[in-house]
């Protein structure tokens, strides 16, 4: 028996943060990323608020910006930031966890030493300073749709790992082409509001990559087959808007890869979501856009109709 989507959200909400937990406490996981919290590894540390509260070391997380501190204060703090960074030599990770103003954003760009730049958001619409880091090696841009522009990235050959989020007005990854030497890239949209690119073409020669996540990203013309050549990937996450034909695709042309869409279904037992009619089974959703959830048993031949688009071709 089918569930509807209404119905099968609210269940889903229900779940997720038990699932959330469980995932926490196994350790590593295929989907986690260079900047994935590692608290025994004080990765961030804990953040500042004031240039006065560093007291050194390599990793800096500062939250400067969101305060209670009057409009003057609170320009003012931020000034004392964009004065104090450039003069760090010595921090090779930086994070910004509170919205991250345009000043603050190309004061770390002129940090010598820095090698990775997290920024939990932002009000940024340009990202020309960028190439001042010359040794940056990973950078996270959290949800910043002010910014219209990516090309300067096509210049940071250094970059290993990037991850880009919520650049709403960004429909084309052509600048990303020439970053032959990423290991793992994100670009993701914001969940429940459409992102479409135009195509994952640019994507093909990046065969370096062994994570990738296009998370709530659609694509016009519907394609995974820029993907099958990235023979390096081992993680794929994507949303479910692609064709069971893609995604069957995808999977015999990665086998090594893991990925939620990959196979025929996604078992849902572990966010505990069972049919409603045999109140046994627990629901399974179809890979491939529109297929929706079914149970197993109650919709058997709904099921075995999608296992045999998995199937290798006679």
Known sequence: MSLSMDEFRKQLQEAVLAAQEQARRAGPQPWHGFW???????????SVRRPEDYTGGENLAIACTQTELPAKAQKALVHSWCEFLPTLNG????????????????????????????????????????PALGGLQALHLGSSPGVTNIDVLGEMHSLRWLELDNLKAITDLSPLASLTDLE????????????????????????????????????????????????????????????????????AALP????????????????GIRCKKCRTHAMVMLSGKGRGTICPECDSAKLQKQLAAFLPAP
């Open 256 to 271: 090594e890869v893991t990925s939620d869409w990959t196979k025929p279904y996604l078992d849902l037992s572990h966010l």
């Open 36 to 46: 994935h919290h590692r608290p025994d590894e004080n990765f961030p540390p804990r």
């Open 184 to 251: 793992g890239l994100g670009f993701s949209g914001a969940e429940g509001k459409r992102q479409t690119l135009a195509t994952l073409a640019p994507l093909a020669n990046l065969t370096r990559l062994r994570w990738l996540h296009l998370g709530a990203i659609h694509v016009a013309d519907g394609s995974l087959h820029p993907l099958g050549k990235l023979k390096a990937l081992r993680w794929i996450g994507l949303g479910n808007f692609f064709d069971v034909s893609e995604f069957a695709w995808l999977a």
């Open 91 to 130: 921090v090779r990770y930086l994070w910004f966890q509170s919205r991250t103003p345009q000043e603050l954003f190309d004061a770390a760009c002129h940090i010598p030493s820095l090698e990775g730049l997290y920024v939990k958001w932002s009000g940024i619409t340009s990202l020309t300073a960028l």
